[in-house]
């Protein structure tokens, strides 16, 4: 599980960063008007109503006042058929959060009469809806547009969309004002409830809505999800507080807050009402759950007992952070359960001067001694992480403090990047003299080094028997299921399709890389994990 998310050619010479000089010459542009509603400026004849528009130095900010919890329909009672006879696609880039906002934007648009189409010339509206995490995502949204301009000159009427972190950068939205007028529709992370508003007044304005809070607000509950299969993601909170260095997240994303555990368990039980196999509890930072409740003493690992005694096969969670990865929630883990053995423990790099360049507020030791300290109490745990290489000043031997850590940890597998500066974070501005040949070949060192423990880690499932929820029919045979096991190791075997979404039990007869093949056991036998 390795990605090579390089740097994009599109850069300076010499600086390892984009050029976004030009985006910003908005001499060309004419106020209309102005108020405390926004205001509207023509740009290339164009006319664009900003709402409300991204600042970097307010989203750097962490103020006090309160967050507020608020219930109601999103979609009011005269924006419900707005969409009918109509249909929409919405492409979605980036993380599980950005998934599950897909999914929030669906249930939005459903709502209001749109359904859902894979056929773009039948669309009527188009979301891109953007991650900010690499540059190379950022560019794919980018070539993604041009491709959509051409759809836009045939289909006038089509509105055109772009929405998640990326709108959240004000070089961004500057960008698409300068080069991508044919937009009709840019908001972000903190006002995807707003949507069915900003839709109508981009259809009957006729003009390019930019409505994006550069403050996050409040917490807004009942919004509905058009979910499909039979996993389930769960927003637990929101944002990040931590301000890695090499990370646009706590911009993007604003500050961390909760939502209310009975609101969060709610949605659970409801979920296995509905028949869900798997739901998995996302945030920014999971461990940093209920940290910012005033009123009550509430963390994420009480939240994760109380998973405990819903009645719903499978919970994980996504992301966590070492630094808030306490003893209580070890424990809590341990019980089993329903908590699946399966933990995303991203550690960035092995070397505990380049964690503290990151600001990633713990060391080398630290780690490791937490990934001894959760493999001894849950001793069939997948572990799975996060590293990147060429972080800005990395030697050889930091580079390889990262190795030797992979190898004593040996993680199941691993998500692998080369650093890619993100403008705006502090370490945009550090100073890369590594030469990206030497980045490349550490990256390659890293992937063989996981692929050889991934392979070992497979191995010890030779010949057991695993428990397996039926996904769906592998990619390439269709007369193979696909599913994972409790620790996320991807299985196929043969199954008729009545199988998909059960669990079932899976005796393993071969063992690859990245996958194991097996056997469906019928009759009652010991599962491992």
């Known amino acids: 599980m ?35 509603f926004g205001k509207r400026i023509r740009i290339r004849g164009r006319e664009i109503n900003i709402l409300s528009e ?19 329909n999103a979609v009011p009672d005269e924006l419900r058929g707005i969409g009918e006879g109509k249909h929409y696609i919405v492409y979605t880039f980036g993380c599980q959060m950005n998934e599950h906002d897909t999914e929030t934007i ?44 051409h759809l836009k000159t045939e289909k006038p009427d089509l509105l055109l969309g772009v929405c998640g972190c990326m709108a959240q950068e004000e070089n961004v939205v500057n960008r698409i004002l300068q080069k991508h007028g044919f937009v009709d529709l840019i908001f972000g992370t903190h006002n995807i409830h707003r949507l069915p508003h900003l839709i109508k007044e ?73 028949g869900f196999k798997e739901v998995t509890l996302l945030g920014q930072n999971v461990n940093a ?22 009645d719903i096969p499978r919970v994980r969670f996504t992301t966590s952070h070492p630094r808030d990865f306490d003893d209580e929630l070890v424990d809590v883990l341990a019980k089993g359960g329903n908590l699946v053995e399966h933990i995303h423990l991203p550690v960035q790099s ?65 998500y692998t990047f080369i650093y890619s500066p993100r403008e705006g974070t502090p370490a945009a501005i550090m100073e890369d003299n590594i030469p990206m040949e030497v980045k490349k070949e ?16 497979n191995e010890k499932l030779q010949g057991k028997t695993v428990e397996v929820l039926v996904e769906g029919e592998s990619k390439n ?30 005796e393993i007869s071969e063992v690859k890389t990245w996958y194991i093949k097996g056997e469906i056991v019928t009759e009652s036998v010991a599962v491992n994990l």
Request: contains cysteine; proline residues 2%.
């Open 54 to 72: 991204p600042n970097h130095r307010q989203e750097k900010q962490r103020g006090k006042e309160d967050v507020q919890v608020l219930y109601g």
């Open 289 to 310: 759950y209920g940290k910012d409740f005033t009123d009550i003493t509430y963390s994420f690992a009480n939240l994760m007992d109380d998973m405990r005694l819903i």
């Open 202 to 274: 981009a259809l009957f304005s006729k003009e390019l809505v930019v409505d994006v809070w550069s403050k996050e607000g409040d917490i807004i509950e009942n919004l509905p999800k058009k979910r499909e299969g039979m996993k389930a993601w769960v927003n637990i909170m929101y944002g990040c507080d931590k301000f890695c260095t090499y990370c646009i997240v706590p911009f993007t994303r604003g500050k961390e807050r909760s939502r209310r555990p009975e609101d969060v368990i709610a949605e659970v039980r409801d979920l296995a009402r509905q």
């Open 350 to 414: 092995g070397s505990t001067e380049i964690l503290k360049k990151m600001s990633r507020k713990y060391s080398r030791d630290r780690y490791i001694e937490l990934a001894h300290k959760i493999k001894k109490a849950i001793p069939n745990v997948g572990l799975t992480t996060d590293i990147i290489v060429g972080f800005p000043g990395e030697t050889d031997e930091q580079f390889e403090e990262t190795m030797t850590l992979v190898n004593d940890i040996g993680f199941d597998s691993a």
């Open 477 to 506: 045979n269709e007369a193979v299921l696909a599913g994972r096991t409790r620790t996320n190791r991807l299985v196929h075997f043969e199954g008729g399709k009545d199988l998909i979404g059960t669990l079932v039990n899976v």
């Open 2 to 36: 390795t990605k090579d998310n390089q740097n994009s050619p599109d850069l300076k010479s010499g600086k390892g960063s984009k050029d976004y000089s030009k985006y910003f010459d908005f001499s060309d542009a004419k106020v209309l008007s102005e108020d405390e």
């Open 442 to 457: 550490r990256l390659q060192r890293l992937n063989q080094a996981i692929v050889d423990n991934s392979l070992m880690s």
């Open 106 to 149: 669906k249930g939005l648009l459903e709502q209001m009469g749109y359904s859902s189409t894979e056929d773009r010339k039948v669309a009527d509206i188009i979301l891109l809806n953007t991650c900010a995490i690499r540059e190379n995502a950022e560019d794919k949204v980018f070539g993604e547009l041009g491709h959509l301009m």
